[in-house]
């Protein structure tokens, strides 16, 4: 996608947009599944998204900490996820933002996904704070020891109960926050404070209707700062949002990049 698919009101809104990014920093970005559905990724609460049709059949965390049987399922269906998972690949919009973190434009980008592709288009991983944490994972539930989900795939489908944590010998789940599990809350008071001192929130594919995460960008909004929103539908922000873009999160990203590139 290029940014010749953004209508001319829409690069207007963009080039304002630059000049209070210059104006005020610095810049977070606030990223929710509209910036992945590029990436063939669905969305969650948007016209065709999993929660929308129905097609979402999350465990819950009580239903996994309380039934070897449910655990021993997720871990049988492993290896499927993996190979899903690593079908899939960053877009336009996670490279730009990756480029606005090289040039020392985007202090940070706070993230519902638990897909991993800011990290594998790029960004620092210091500078990414994901609330809902990472498919690629494995975290133990007692100690909290994170081990990477290649260590695993290979055996995960054979296995004939759930594999314990080697260090302390705790449940083993993914990486990532179930319906029901406790939010992290390191990563929640980075994001919280990041949202009190930056100059600009950029949302990006979000519908904001995810707490506490969608309380981030209305955190940073109450504490002083510009609040511009980019996505497809609505959210529950755009009432307050000081610039509200429809549109698709690779293009305007990529024409928002170029605008900001030191290089123009």
Not at 80 to 107: D, K, M, W
Not at 121 to 132: K, S, W, Y
Not at 145 to 155: G, S
Not at 176 to 183: L, S, Y
Request: glycine content about 8%.
């Amino acid at each position: 996608m290029h940014a010749a698919e953004l209508s001319p009101d829409q690069i207007e809104s963009l080039a304002h947009l630059v000049g209070v990014i210059r104006a005020r920093p610095p810049l977070v970005a606030f990223t929710g599944a509209g910036i992945s559905t590029e990436s063939g990724i669905p969305d969650y609460r948007g016209p065709n998204g999993l929660w929308t049709t129905g097609s979402a059949k999350p465990v819950t965390y009580e239903d996994f900490m309380s039934s070897e049987e449910a655990r021993l399922a997720w871990w049988h269906a492993l290896p499927g996820r993996y190979a899903q998972n690593r079908s899939t690949t960053f877009n336009a919009g996670h490279i730009a933002l990756v480029a606005l973190e090289r040039a020392g434009i985007l202090a940070a980008t706070v993230t519902q996904n638990i897909d991993g592709l800011h990290i594998e288009a790029g960004a620092d991983p210091e500078r990414v704070i994901e609330l809902h944490g990472n498919t690629r994972t494995i975290r133990c539930t007692n100690c909290g020891r994170m081990y990477p989900i290649t260590d695993f795939v290979a055996t995960a489908a054979s296995l004939t109960v759930p594999p314990p944590c080697p260090n302390c010998g705790g449940i083993l789940k993914s990486g990532t926050i179930a319906f029901g599990q406790p939010m992290p809350q390191e990563e929640l008071r980075t994001a919280f404070t990041m949202a009190q001192t930056t100059g600009v929130m950029l949302v990006v594919g979000s519908t904001l209707l995810v707490n506490p995460a969608a309380h981030v960008p209305a955190v940073a909004k109450a504490s002083g700062a510009y609040l511009a929103i980019v996505n497809i539908g609505e959210t529950a922000l755009d009432d307050d949002a000081d610039l509200r873009l429809e549109a698709s999160a690779g293009p305007a990203l990529t024409a928002l990049a170029r605008m900001l590139s030191p290089e123009d």
